[in-house]
């Protein structure tokens, strides 16, 4: 069997620096040397008709970097997009 991994982080509304309300998940799959990334929000009413710029990062070395994965289109405050090899 395939190696299969899966992690799955629960996104946060923040008014200030106080944690309010759950407004989705990203949910990051990796098999085979494939990584995927779902990404789901909803609430985001202010959002709507915008497209939200979703970026990764990590640390090489002492160096913080940002890496652009893609674009998440809003509508009716949802959103939805998935991000990397899709199965056939």
Do not use: H, W
């Amino acid at each position: 069997m395939a190696e299969y991994r899966r992690f799955i982080s629960y996104i946060y509304a923040y008014e200030g620096d106080i944690k309010k309300k759950n407004v989705g998940f990203a949910k990051i799959e990796a098999r085979n040397g494939q990584c995927r990334i779902s990404i789901s929000i909803k609430g985001a009413y202010e959002c709507s008709g915008q497209e939200l710029i979703l970026y990764g990062y990590g640390y090489r070395e002492a160096e913080c970097l940002l890496v652009p994965l893609g674009r998440i289109p809003v509508k009716n405050g949802t959103g939805e997009a998935v991000f990397g090899k899709q199965e056939e």
